[in-house]
C-alpha cells in the first residue's frame, strides 16, 4: 500500500485533526455528489464517479477491504444509473420519483443481511479493518445505490442509514475529515429526502383525476 500513502499523508493540520490530500478531494467530490442528488441532478452520477475513484484508493490504503472494493462497484452502478436517468428521459430535476412496496423493502432487507454475514467472514479472512461495520456499510449501500438508480424515495432512508454508521468508524480510522463529510452527507440526505417528497406530492398533484381523464376521453 505504499504506493498510496501520498494520500492519506497529512498536509497541514486544523484544530488538531490532521487533512491529506485524499481527505480534501474526497470531501469536495463527495459533498457536490450528494447535493446534486439530493437535488435529482443526473450530474450526481459522473461527480459520484470521481469521488468514488478517490475514496477507493484512500479506503484501499486503509485496509478497509469492503469499502475499497464498494467504490469499484459504485462506479459500476453509478454509470448503470447514468444511462437509466438518460435513457428514460429522467435527467430533469423536475423528472418523476417513485415509491417502493413494503415487498420490496423486504426482500433488499433480505438481501443485504445474507450480503452482510457473507462479507463479514470474507473480512476476517482477509484481515481487513473492522470487518462487520465495513461488511454492513457495503451491504446497505449498494442496497441504497439500486434504489437511486430507480428513482426511489426510499433510498434516502438507506444512504442515512449508511451515514449514521460510516461517521464513527471512519473517525476511528483516523480519516477526520471524511468522518465530517458523512456528517454533512446527513444532513444532505435528509434534505433530499424531503425534496424528493415535495416532488412526488407535486407529481401527484399533476395527475389527471378520473373525472379529467374521463372527460378527455
Not at 467504490?71 to 454509470?79: E, G, N, P, R, Y
Not at 463479514?120 to 441504497?144: E, F, H, T, Y
Not at 456528517?183 to 407529481?203: D, E, K, M, N, P
Request: proline letters at 5%; aromatic letters at 10%; charged letters at 10%.
Amino acid at each position: 500500500m505504499d504506493v498510496l500513502a501520498p494520500l492519506t499523508v497529512p498536509l497541514f493540520v486544523v484544530t488538531g485533526m490532521p487533512m491529506s490530500a485524499g481527505d480534501i478531494l474526497g470531501f469536495i467530490t463527495g459533498l457536490l455528489c450528494v447535493w446534486l442528488t439530493a437535488r435529482a441532478n443526473v450530474w450526481n452520477f459522473p461527480t459520484g464517479i470521481l469521488n468514488s475513484l478517490i475514496l477507493g484508493l484512500v479506503f484501499l490504503q486503509q485496509r478497509l477491504f469492503a469499502d475499497a472494493s464498494l467504490q469499484i462497484i459504485f462506479i459500476v452502478l453509478s454509470a448503470i444509473g447514468w444511462w437509466q436517468w438518460l435513457a428514460e428521459h429522467h435527467a430533469s430535476e423536475s423528472s418523476p420519483v417513485f415509491a417502493s412496496s413494503r415487498r420490496e423493502q423486504l426482500v433488499l432487507i433480505a438481501i443485504a443481511t445474507v450480503l452482510t454475514l457473507l462479507l463479514w467472514q470474507l473480512l476476517i479472512r482477509l484481515k481487513g479493518a473492522c470487518p462487520p461495520i465495513d461488511a454492513l456499510i457495503m451491504a446497505l449501500s449498494l442496497g441504497a445505490q439500486w434504489q437511486l438508480n430507480r428513482r426511489q424515495i426510499s433510498n434516502w432512508a438507506w444512504w442515512i442509514i449508511v451515514d449514521v454508521i460510516s461517521v464513527p468508524l471512519y473517525w476511528s480510522r483516523d480519516l477526520p475529515l471524511i468522518a465530517a463529510l458523512y456528517v454533512i452527507f446527513l444532513a444532505i440526505c435528509v434534505r433530499g429526502w424531503c425534496h424528493w417528497r415535495a416532488l412526488q406530492q407535486t407529481q401527484m398533484q399533476t395527475l389527471p383525476t378520473p373525472q379529467t381523464a374521463g372527460g378527455a376521453a
